[in-house]
């Protein structure tokens, strides 16, 4: 039934007003009326509903965030905990979540849960927003009964994703503005400062320095072939994207990433820490450790990694060892991974070794872009010194040379 809001006053002139779920406007006017109060306006709100939802044209560019569903799942163990039903906290989610795209996929997800499907196949209806981990996780959660706490554990790794993501993006922010800013104030100054100069120049037939012939080659190019230039950048963008989709593309471009100095340590240990906390967890949610490696090869973004992590599975299902599996590749995991989880392995504790392993790299990541950021900020000074002096020197020295002229 639709809601409304509703204005009423009775004989004495008392107003009352709310919300109230009615057939129709007729329905509502006579409760209302048997309760003494006469209707004076009334206003229909769509209300989102499992099964019934209306959220108009979806914008097809929206995603849903990491920490969308970090709530998501927090909210949702709350509720099953507090004994709330699968399928009734599924319908007060929807009412919740502001993203409409997530709030029609949770409105799909509840609908499926109420014609008898598991939340977890529910879920794997959806790849693009809840990843194989994710269902997984769900999954072993609802075979073993202890839905609540792997939802809880869940949303902590979400989280602690989330955080090591958002550390790396804002690290990566101010660097990536001045590049950009400097790239375009000089295409700018070539194509509209340095064409100015130039008549200058020629008017006064003087001897130009070579960065400053080099400067107006330079300039003169990129005025008479703008459009050359902006297709020259979309091919190559399309041709190294092509590359790296292509599996012996992306190998050469993840090895050189791993081979860049101070990059390449950040990535293997943003890469660590992300495989020994989502281990730890979907060891501590009860999933096998030949299933675990092969969801979180997925997850990881380095190639390299996820190999090593497949080929340690294959290893692992034949009887070796998760420390001896990953002491084959020297250059991915330090030795001190392969100590600490022999270690876990001889006690029994591997997925508390795991997630301490994890916190660690994670404290490593911290202070490695900390130490990036201290690096690269007097980097950038000098290289906007350098080219601030370049355009100076190429500028002012034929300006001298003129004025000496005269």
């Known amino acids: 039934m639709p809601t409304y809001n509703y204005t009423a006053k009775n004989i004495k002139g008392e107003k009352k007003e709310g919300e109230i779920e009615a057939k129709d406007e007729h329905s509502l006017a006579k409760v209302l009326r048997e309760e ?10 769509q209300k989102k509903k499992i099964g019934d939802i209306s959220l108009g044209r979806l914008n097809p560019f929206a995603k849903v965030s990491l920490i969308e569903k970090v709530l998501f799942v927090r909210h949702l163990g709350v509720m099953v905990k507090a004994g709330v039903s699968l399928p009734k906290a599924l319908d007060i989610l929807v009412l919740q979540i502001k993203n409409e795209k997530f709030s029609k996929i949770i409105s799909e997800v509840g609908k499926n849960v109420n014609q008898g499907l598991s939340l977890s196949e529910s879920l794997s209806k959806h790849p693009k927003v809840f990843s194989k981990l994710f269902v997984n996780m769900i999954k072993v959660g609802e075979t073993s009964g202890n839905l609540e706490e792997v939802l809880f554990l869940l949303a902590g790794q979400l989280k602690k994703d989330h955080e090591l ?4 993006k804002g690290a990566m922010i101010y660097p990536s503005v001045i590049i950009c800013a400097m790239v375009g104030i000089g295409m700018m100054m070539m194509v509209f400062v340095i064409p100015k100069l130039v008549s200058v ?4 037939e003087t001897e130009l320095p070579f960065t400053t012939k080099m400067l107006i080659w330079v300039s003169s190019f990129f005025s008479e072939n703008i459009f050359v230039v902006i297709g020259l950048i979309a091919a190559l963008t399309i041709v190294f994207k092509i590359i790296s989709t292509r599996s012996s ?19 293997m240990k943003i890469n660590i820490a992300r495989f020994a906390r989502t281990l730890g967890s979907l060891l501590a949610s009860g999933v096998t450790i030949v ?6 090869s997925e997850t990881l973004t380095n190639v390299h990694y996820t190999q090593s992590l497949k080929n340690a599975s294959k290893q692992i299902s034949k009887g070796v060892e998760l420390n001896k599996a990953l002491g084959e590749y020297e250059k991915l995991y330090p030795v001190l991974v392969s100590q600490m989880i022999a270690v876990g392995e001889e006690t029994g504790t591997l997925s508390d070794i795991l997630i301490q392993l994890a916190e660690f790299y994670e404290s490593e990541v911290d202070a490695t872009l900390n130490n990036l950021s201290a690096i690269i900020e007097p980097a950038l000074m000098l290289v906007i010194g350098g080219a601030v002096g370049f355009f100076a020197v190429s500028i002012i020295q034929p300006m001298y040379s003129i004025m000496g002229g005269v």
């Not at 209707?39 to 709100?45: D, G, V």
């Not at 993501?165 to 790396?168: L, Q, W």
């Not at 120049?201 to 006064?204: P, V």
């Not at 299933?291 to 979180?296: E, G, H, K, R, T």
């Open 165 to 168: 993501i958002s550390k790396v």
């Open 249 to 267: 593309g992306n190998k050469f471009f993840h090895f050189l990433v791993l081979r860049l100095p101070a990059v390449g340590a950040l990535v």
């Open 36 to 45: 003494g109060y006469i209707l004076t306006s009334i206003k229909k709100e």
């Open 201 to 204: 120049f020629d008017a006064f």
């Open 291 to 296: 299933q675990s490696l092969d969801i979180i």
